[in-house]
């Protein structure tokens, strides 16, 4: 029973070293300290303010314009100009270039989205493909993004924010 126990400790203490010898490495980047610092990020988010509003000016242009057809169907409709039938054959017209106009807002919004995804995501890689290289080299296991908010706690050291940057 002595020689069973002995036994049981001995394998016990060796799954414990061997575990301990395999321990995982942590370590953490603040990704939104990264890109706010980043170069391409400004360059990208101006190039797509300035089409956002390129898109709006052309938006704001066709609603001034129908806004100027309503107007003019009115004075139209008042100054008895028009008969039932053209009056509603309009105004059906106009009914028209309003769903154009809502369908415009909706495809700029993907137009947006799309030219957002299309100037940040290389960006995005370049961080990830950063991260990678860092993990690789400094043998960690897993690395969290603090920008998150998802770390409870973390030792200082264990932030690889700064190796990343100089991958970058």
Do not use: W
């Not at 242009?61 to 806004?67: P, R």
């Amino acid at each position: 029973m002595n020689k069973l126990t002995t036994t049981l400790f001995t394998i016990l203490l060796t799954v414990c070293v061997s575990l301990s010898i395999h321990a995982q490495k942590f370590g953490y980047v603040d990704s939104q300290a990264l890109i706010q610092e980043m170069t391409e990020v400004k360059e990208a988010n101006a190039n797509i303010e300035t089409y956002k509003t390129q898109l709006q000016k052309k938006g704001q242009e066709m609603v001034k314009s129908l806004q100027t057809k309503y107007q003019g169907l009115e004075q139209k409709r008042q100054g008895g100009e028009l008969s039932p039938k053209q009056l509603e054959a309009e105004a059906q017209q106009l009914k028209s270039e309003e769903m154009e106009i809502a369908q415009f807002e909706q495809d700029s919004q993907k137009k947006i989205f799309d030219k957002s995804e299309t100037l940040l995501k290389p960006i995005r890689d370049k961080i990830q493909n950063a991260i990678n290289e860092v993990a690789a080299e400094n043998g960690f296991d897993y690395i969290f993004d603090a920008s998150l908010g998802v770390i409870l706690y973390a030792d200082e050291s264990s932030d690889v924010t700064t190796m990343v940057k100089s991958k970058i």
